[in-house]
């Protein structure tokens, strides 16, 4: 059990520098990830930016996630489960267009004025709070991979070992402190684990431990 963000990422930095994973920049996934990320980013003395994507969700249930997809048009479908469901090809393509433009929006607000980090022949740690069906970190992991990065790691105070075992064929490594065998949500991992604020989130983006 996680205090909060805060606890779980002095806990996972100390790990990633414990296990000196190879870094020359981490990025979080807004907004929970951003908490974490800047002490991971802190530990390892590299620049902190953002990975960002959005959980598509299926026609009559928004919070079942079929796929994500990131602000450059990569994406990650279950397709198994879309089968299942039996969603037209037309419906997914236009809920993953929709949440590649939100993903593109989300970017454009949280980079502003910052400097763009570049990924190509980088070594990548990408932060987030946790995964449950790791949607949204598979399509960031698409993206991140896609635009050059030498060496991709996955760091996550918990997930399910099946969804971690899952990444852990699209990543180069994957990090976690906790991997409980009966796993409901993320949240219940953290005794304080409220919304985290746009503006709280890209505060992160420009802190830095001296």
């Known amino acids: 059990m996680f205090e909060d963000r805060a606890d779980a990422g002095r806990r996972l930095a100390a790990l990633v520098a414990e296990r000196d994973v190879p870094a020359d920049v981490v990025l979080a996934i807004p ?81 502003s004025k910052r400097p763009r980090i570049d990924r190509s022949g980088s070594d990548v740690v990408i932060v987030d709070d946790g995964v449950a069906t790791g949607a949204t970190m598979r399509a960031c ?10 060496h991709v790691t996955v760091a996550v105070p918990v997930g399910p070992q099946e969804t971690l075992s899952e990444l852990a064929e699209q990543a180069h490594s994957v990090v976690c402190l906790e991997t409980p065998s009966s796993f409901g949500s993320v949240g219940q991992f953290y005794r304080s684990f409220g919304q985290v604020s746009d503006r709280e989130a890209m505060a992160f983006l420009d802190q830095r431990d001296d």
Do not use: F, H
């Open 31 to 111: 907004r929970g990830g951003l908490p974490l990320g800047r002490a991971v980013a802190d530990a390892l003395d590299v620049p902190l930016g953002v990975a960002v994507a959005k959980k598509i969700g299926a026609p009559w249930n928004p919070e079942l996630a079929i796929g994500a997809a990131a602000s450059d048009g990569s994406a990650w479908i279950n397709e198994p489960l879309v089968a299942d469901l039996g969603i037209a090809r037309a419906d997914l393509e236009s809920r993953r267009r929709e949440a590649e433009r939100t993903a593109r929006e989300t970017v454009r607000r949280y980079r």
């Open 141 to 150: 992991l698409t993206q991140v991979r896609e635009s050059g990065a030498a």
